[in-house]
């Protein structure tokens, strides 16, 4: 899907972009382009991550000492900026998927009833 259709790009609010960016550094560190590409690819395409959107989430997440920044080097031999998830960042991340399926349960709730037989 083309950057500029996805359904659900502006819908994705900052907690959950946070939230996807702190599970993708789970695996290891990473720079902002794979980030976004995890992301992207993890949600076959339905979430497309702008770098407008990327970048300030990184420095949010990086200023909460949730993520932590060094530079390295990029696949392509380039210098690159790469995050890794700090222990604090690993404990936002529990609290905040705790969290995230606590409303996506009450959602569920509320879009599909459970109706109570009559007896």
């Known amino acids: ?20 960016i702190l599970q993708t550094l789970v695996l290891g560190p990473a720079h902002g382009q794979t980030i976004a590409h995890a992301i992207e690819r993890g949600s076959d395409e339905v979430l497309q991550v ?3 959107s990327l970048y300030p989430a990184l420095h949010r ?4 000492g949730w993520i932590a920044a060094f530079w390295g080097t990029s696949e392509n031999n380039r210098k690159a900026k790469y995050y890794r998830l700090t ?10 998927t705790s969290r995230w399926e606590q409303v996506v349960r009450a959602i569920g709730r509320i879009l599909n009833p459970v109706v109570e037989k009559q007896g």
């Not at 899907?1 to 996807?20: A, I, N, Y």
């Open 1 to 20: 899907m083309p950057r500029h259709s996805s359904p659900l790009q502006s819908e994705m609010v900052q907690g959950t972009l946070d939230m996807l």
């Open 50 to 52: 702008e770098h407008g």
């Open 61 to 64: 997440l990086q200023n909460r």
């Open 87 to 96: 222990p604090e960042g690993k404990k936002q991340l529990a609290a905040q």
